[in-house]
């Protein structure tokens, strides 16, 4: 079944001064394949500064990708004409972490869901204010509401307009980049559980952008783990959750304080990601990960089935131990076998930056 949308291999630099010498390139998001289907939530997640939002302005088409390609219900959504985009930007709608940063204050809200059902022509102004008075009781607001400013909305009221503002002109997508990030936790699950709701009503599609593993746990369908501008593992969410097979992943999890995973063992996250601007040889999470091996520093592992729809970028997906019963070493590893190598990577990258 052809995916509702698409991306292959999408590579995303920015240009950046170093102060003196000539200019670096920073690959935010490097070689990333991402795809969802129509009536389900793909997770993005991963640390700040990982490429998430990035890899949704680029599926948004709000920036061009490098290299690489996007495509929407198998169009090519890299070759539109003017027109071609439009109908992109109405099949794909955006609801950010603080949507009303970008809006108005002097308008009404009625305005605000009007306009978008007009620009793209769905209906006459008639219809839309009905439809728009229609859209604020889906969203678990009301009607009079929409002659509301708005300063006049409280932060979970707000997203719940801008969710309405999205849906108006009945997209098949929703790229929601950290849509609760700044609510409180009681009002993050009233709005969780209102997107799953249109979701069920409406067979929308969701890419959910989050650092918030719970709310990822609740909300998605499957999840992608991103790194330092990669994705490290992929797989239904409860898999995912139950059975982490990369390292990274393992630490992201153990690190999360609202969810509760049983962890015998836990990987903790030391160190920080590589720099950006050197692309270096190997797994990126190498210096940081307990069960690095020479192999890691020399090689990148790609991003493989572990089992039907489950992906991994570790070449030790399948000999990485249980979770539950993690002990401190790959089998067959001895502790200090693992420490030298440890050294070893962290040394060689650090070369390898240096040398670049
Ligand atoms: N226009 C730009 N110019 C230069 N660097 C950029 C630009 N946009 C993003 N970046 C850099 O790319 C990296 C990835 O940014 P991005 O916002 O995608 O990360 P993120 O995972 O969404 O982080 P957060 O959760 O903090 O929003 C960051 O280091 C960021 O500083």
Known sequence: MTPLLAAENLVKSFSVSTGWGKPKRFYAVDTVSISV???????????????????????????DPDSGSIRLDGEDAMALDSNGLRRFRRRVQVVFQDPFASLDPRERIREVLVRPMLLHRLCDRPKALKRAAALMEAVGLSAEQL??????FSGGQRQRVAIARALSVQPDLIICDEPVSALDVSV?????????????????????????????????????VMYSGRIVEQAP???????????YTRALLAAAPRVEVQRKSQVLLTGEPPDPTNRIAGCRFAARCPYVQDRCTQEEPPLVPVNAAHLSA????????????????????????RMAAYR??????TQQAEDI
């Open 344 to 349: 070893r990577a962290r040394d060689r990258q």
């Open 147 to 152: 002659d509301r400013f708005p300063h006049q």
């Open 188 to 224: 993050q699950a009233q709005v969780v559980n209102l997107l799953q709701d249109l979701q069920r009503d409406t067979g929308v599609a969701f890419i959910f952008i989050s650092h918030d593993l719970a709310v990822v746990r609740h909300l998605a369908h499957d999840v992608a």
């Open 37 to 63: 289907e129509r009536g389900r939530t793909l997770a993005v997640v991963g640390e700040s500064g990982c490429g998430k939002s990035t890899v949704g302005s680029l599926l948004l088409r709000l920036q």
């Open 314 to 337: 570790c070449f030790f997906a399948t000999t990485l131990p249980q979770v539950e019963t993690l002990p401190d070493t790959l089998p067959g590893t001895s502790a200090s076998a």
């Open 237 to 247: 969410t409860r898999e995912l959750f139950d059975n982490p097979r990369h390292p």
